[in-house]
Every structure is written in C-alpha cells, then in structure tokens.
C-alpha cells in the first residue's frame, strides 16, 4: 500500500530551481501556517481541547441543525496535520510549541471510555452518536486520525496515536452488524479512508473491518429493525416530520449524503460533493486493500460514477459541484457559471477530493485520463482556493462573479473546512507528482510521472538509492529535464505521462519506442540506463476549450498547458456587467506575454486577444422590454484589447471582483 501522505518524503522539491509548486509551499510556511495559527487561537478554536465553555457555543445556527462550532476538531486536526508535513520540511519554533500544546490539549479532552468530541462532551454530553446524518462526529474523528499519522511519522512517538486509537476502539464496539450495536455510518464520509490509512500503519484487522462496515452498510435500505438508519435515528432523538435540514431537499433525501442506496447499486454520482469525493475515495482504497470484496461491483461502481461527474458534472476548471443549497451536484450537464446564473458552487475542498480520489484510482489503474483530471484540479479548482500571499481563502469557487457574489477571496469563515485543507495539501503535494515501485529482489524500480515540477525522488531499492530528478518551470514552461542517478546494478523503467491535451511533444534522446499507451509513455530499463539524462518538451500554447453541448452554454474558454484562464476588471477596466454582454471569436490570435510576478506573487504567462471582442446586440423585435444600452458594451473602450490571467492568480491585484471564464461565442 502507498499513500502520498507517506511517500511525500521521498520528493525533495528544488531550491536551485524553483517552481509554482515550490512557490506556493514556501508561501505555507512562511505565512500561511502561522496566519492560521493565530485565526485558530482568535475564535478560540485552538483552546476548544480544554473543553470550557466558549461563548459562541451558545450561537444560533446558521444551518439548522448544525451548530457552528461543530466542525472545530476537524479545523485543528486539519492544521495540526498539515503542520507536521511542513516541519519535516523546515524547522519552526513557533509552530512546533503549538503542535505539542495541541497533542497535550487532545489528550486531556479524551473521556474515560475513549470518547474525544469538543461538542459532545461541553454542549450536548447526552447526545453523542444520535445524529450521524448531520452532526460529523465520525468526520471529525477521521481528521483527527489523519492528524495523528502525521503526527507519528514525524514526531516518532504515539502521543497523539494513542488516544486516536483507543477512540477508535470505542467506535468499533458502538458500531457495527451486532444486535447491541449501532448499524449506522457518518453523513460526511472521512473517517473511513482515514481507517484505511491507519491500518496500514498498525495492522490492526478492527481498523479495516470497521472502515469496511462504514462503506458496504452505507444506504442499505433496511439497516436498522428494518428500515433505514437515518429514519430510525431521527425517529428516536424526536424530529418532527416537518423538520428538514435546509441543505436537504426533502425529507428522506439521503441522495445528499450518498446513502440512498449502496454504492454498487449508485448509477450517477449525486449529492454533497465532497462527501461523494471522500467516500469515493475510501471505496476505491478499500478496492485496493481488501480482497475479500466483490472487487468487480466496486470497481464498476467507481468507473461510472467517475465518468457521470468528469462527463457530465464537472466545470471547466475541474471544479465539481453546481448547486449551493448542497453544495453539490445538479441533473447532469447543470453547469451554470455563476449564481445569478442559476449556480456554480465548485467548492475548494471538493477540488481537493477529486485529487485524493484520483490518486488512489491510478493505483488500481495507472490511465492518463485520471492523471489529467488531478492536474486541471490541482492547477484551477484547488489552487484559486488561496491568495498569493496565502492569507485569504476560497470556499465557493465560481467561474464567474456577479453583483451579489464578487471574484473576492475571505480572510476565514464560520466552516473552515477549506483553508487548512488547502494548507494540508500542499505540505504532502510531492506524493502526487509520482509514484513508485521497487523490487528489492530483482534490484528493480519502476516510477509513474503524473504531474511536472523541479523536485528530485529518492527510492530506496535494497541497500542501494536510486535518484530521478526532474526540472522544469511548469505550467508555465514545456520543457522538463530528466536526470538518474543509479547504482548499475539496479534497473529503472520511467512512465512519462503525456497529457490529452497536449498537440505536441518530443524526447531527446529519441526512445526506439515513442507509443503512448493509456496516456503515459514507457521508458524502458536499459534505455534509461543509456540514457539517464533525457529531456521532454511538451507544446504549451494557447487553446479555445467549452463545455458539452448539452450544457446549453455556447461559450469559449482559453487554456494553456493544464492552465484555465480568466478576465478580470483589472486588466479590463471598462467592464461593468461581470462579461456579460462580451462576445468572443475563437478564430481570434492569442499571444502570450509575461506578466510581473509582483502582482500576484508568481511570474505567469497572460495571454491577450486582439481585435475579436464584441458584445451582443438584442433584437428588440424579439425582447422588447430589455433596454439595449444594458444589454450592450458596443461602446466600451478598451475592448479592442482583452486581456487574461490564469484563473487560479485572480483576486491578487485588487480592482472591483468581475471575472468570468466562459466568454459568449462569436457564430
């Protein structure tokens, strides 16, 4: 079993040549971190383990029935594990007290039984375990496992393992088949991979047995006496026929959390998004760790539900998710841009859980089309979510602003999944650009390139090491230098990956084979060994990309690269209607130009198009109660020029929030 957040220790990543992904992990750490640090101390977050009682814990839901202070241990756990991953990178005082302050605060909140919930054991002691559907219990439990591993593999003690561990005992004997025990799972997957990953640390057979059970009795339609477990627990605490959380749209609508039915019966991906991500993530894990499942159910389940979101529910930028009163997925090909459109949701976290999911699906199938999908996720729906200076966030990630809802990004927010997710992310984003397999017998390795960078891997193959660097100024820059550094006697086979997107591409020295299968191209052993500095150019230009024809949205984007780009007011200041009214002809010359790296923290390629804008005129004959000045910018200076910046950089420069993606196509 592999996992990133393990084998991110393998990548170095390139002082002497830095990249946008180094860039931004030297961001983390010298601002991000600390800010969220101090935000975590601020709203008393960081105080919450010593379980007394903190004034908002009397506020009024903003979203019935969840209080807003529910999602506090995950806020923790989330910065606390992602802190870790930095300090194996970089020595820090300051935040090494915090993480020990943390660990120690942890473990006094635990109870007697192994029971560990801020709310559960200060608001309601009571009410533990009787709202499962919406009360992330079980979520929070699994962001704190996940904080735990981290923690263990860096601090190389169980100080915060310990107590995870004896939780999860608690949890194994409330939950289950057994007539004396719950048969219920958590309405926001998250602990169930989290149990996979922690079985491959302890070998344990509960912890895979439990993650099991969450995962196979999710949406059986008879879970408990009979009926669903979701209707008899809401039953037994009271609730009202009527009452109806306000993100779900109906009573009984467990579509919402992916427990309308099994998962091997789920024929279209539906719901919250990140829960579908998470769990689709478990699932795909489990596949790999289990062999006692119907592997074939499984996987079939994963390939359709993969291709109805990636086919039908998935924006432009990789980002998932139209609809906000769930904060997830529409009818299939419900794709609008922006809420005044009639949606666009795209939240950062689910951006983040489709990297996850795909990670472990190449595990199961090394395919470039999962490749791609990470890559335009990471680049565009993940990295839009912070600020250049890594000290203001994103949830919401639309592809274009409105009046009511502007390209602005938030110093935090009352749920604060996302920015320590983002922070997280980027401490382990090294196991992301590759795997890899070493044969210690056969003195023998084998790495996947998934995703470009300058960062060197290191592999252990027996007592000998084996060193591939790669260099390259990616995105921005097609060209990436490959070195190896091997002992003779073992041998390396390299698997470049040559993204879908790409028109073009060449490596020198010329491979006697250059027959790419599944996406990615082969090297073999003993040309590597020949060859062990080689060079691959990939042809990076500027492109028109739309979404399906079904979309009912007959606009055009620009791309470059693994890059979705944007206007904005800034570089286009005679905008007032967010691009409403702009027209584009995708016959148009691009060209690309540098932009000052000052402006947004990162030295990016803008591209401009000339001389190929226009804006729509109404026929009054056929809307004569629209005012045609409204609805038209023929008169706009400026336009002749129309500038753009990757839609990851935008609200980094100042100006008024309009930005938009998809520009109205010139027919």
């Known amino acids: 079993m592999s996992y990133p957040q393990i084998t991110f220790r393998n990548t170095t990543f390139l002082e002497t040549a830095p990249s946008f992904i180094s860039r931004r992990r030297e961001v983390v750490y010298a601002n ?5 640090l101090n935000v975590l101390k601020e709203t008393g977050r960081y105080d919450a383990f010593k379980l007394k009682w903190h004034k908002s814990y009397s506020d009024k839901p903003n979203v019935w029935p969840v209080p807003n202070h529910l999602f506090w241990d995950s806020d923790v756990a989330k910065w606390l594990e992602g802190a870790c991953y930095f300090l194996t990178w970089k020595e820090n005082e300051e935040i090494d007290k915090a993480v020990k302050e943390l660990v120690d605060m942890i473990r006094g909140a635990q109870q007697e039984d192994g029971y560990l919930n801020i709310h559960f054991t200060v608001v309601e002691p009571a009410k533990r375990f009787t ?29 915060l393992m310990e107590p995870l561990v004896k939780y999860v005992d608690l949890l194994y004997e409330t939950f289950g088949p057994g007539p004396a025990q719950k048969h219920g799972y958590p309405g926001h997957p998250e602990i169930e991979l989290s149990l996979l ?28 006496y009979g009926r669903h477990y979701y209707d008899v627990e809401a039953k037994a ?47 795909a894990d489990l596949v790999r760790v289990d062999e006692n499942i119907d592997h074939n159910a499984y ?96 949830y919401v990630n639309q592809l274009a602003s409105s009046d009511k809802d502007l390209s602005q990004r938030a110093k935090w927010f009352t749920c604060a999944c996302c920015p320590p997710n983002v922070t997280r992310l980027l401490g382990y984003i090294g196991g992301y650009l590759w795997s890899f397999d070493a044969d210690q017998e056969k003195k023998a390795a084998q790495v996947n390139i998934h995703m470009y960078s300058s960062a060197q891997l290191s592999i252990p193959v027996g ?63 003993d040309w590597v060994k020949h060859n062990p500095k080689f060079e691959l150019n990939i042809l990076l230009k500027p492109r028109f990309v739309s979404p399906h024809p079904y979309t009912n ?80 910018q023929e008169n706009a200076s400026g336009a002749d020029e129309l500038h753009f910046i990757p839609y990851a950089l935008r609200d980094n420069r100042g100006g008024k929030g309009h930005m938009r993606v998809g520009i109205r196509r010139k027919r």
């Open 553 to 632: 949205q007959d606009i055009i984007a620009l791309a470059r690269g693994p890059l979705i780009y944007c206007v904005e007011d800034f570089d286009n200041t005679w905008v007032d209607d967010h691009f409403k009214s702009l027209v584009l002809d995708p016959a148009a010359k691009v060209e690309e130009k540098e932009g000052p790296s000052g402006e947004v923290g990162e030295p990016y390629i803008g591209l401009t198009v000339r001389n190929a804008a226009s804006f729509i005129d109404v026929d009054k004959s056929l809307a004569p109660h629209i005012d045609r000045k409204s609805a038209t």
């Open 463 to 525: 007592k000998e090491t084996i060193e591939l660097e790669q260099k390259s100024n990616w995105p921005w820059d097609g060209k990436i230098d490959f070195s190896l550094r091997s002992p003779s006697e073992v041998t390396t086979t390299i698997k470049l990956r040559i993204p879908a997107w790409a028109e073009g591409w060449e490596i020198s020295p010329s491979p006697p084979n250059k027959h790419v299968e599944k996406g990615y191209l082969t090297l073999p052993a």
């Open 299 to 394: 996987r079939k389940a994963l390939e359709s539900l993969w291709s109805n979101m990636v086919d039908k529910k998935m924006y432009l930028t990789g980002g998932i998710g139209a609809m906000a009163q769930w904060e997830g997925f529409g009818l299939d090909y419900f794709l609008p841009s922006s809420t005044d459109e009639g949606g666009c949701y795209a939240e950062t976290c689910a951006g983040i859980g489709v990297m996850m999911l795909v990670e472990r699906l190449l595990q199961i199938d090394l395919d470039g089309k999962f490749a791609d999908i990470m890559e335009l996720c990471f680049y565009n729906a993940v990295m839009t979510g912070m600020s250049a200076k890594g000290t203001q966030f994103t």
């Open 131 to 159: 709202n499962l559907r919406d009360l992330h219990e079980l979520y929070n439990a699994g962001h704190l496992i996940e904080a735990a591993l981290a923690h263990a593999r860096h601090y190389k003690n169980d100080l």
């Open 197 to 224: 990953r922690l079985y491959e640390k302890t070998g344990n057979p509960k912890h895979l047995s439990l993650a099991k059970y969450f995962i196979t009795e999710r949406g059986n339609p008879k879970g408990q």
């Open 32 to 36: 991000t971190l600390l800010y969220q």
């Open 237 to 283: 605490r009271g609730e009202g026929e009527n009452q109806v959380p306000a993100y779900m749209e109906s009573k009984g609508a467990y579509w919402y959390h992916q427990a309308h039915k099994p998962i091997v019966e789920q024929e279209t991906i539906e719901g919250h998004s990140v829960r579908a991500m998470y769990l689709l993530t478990a699932v």
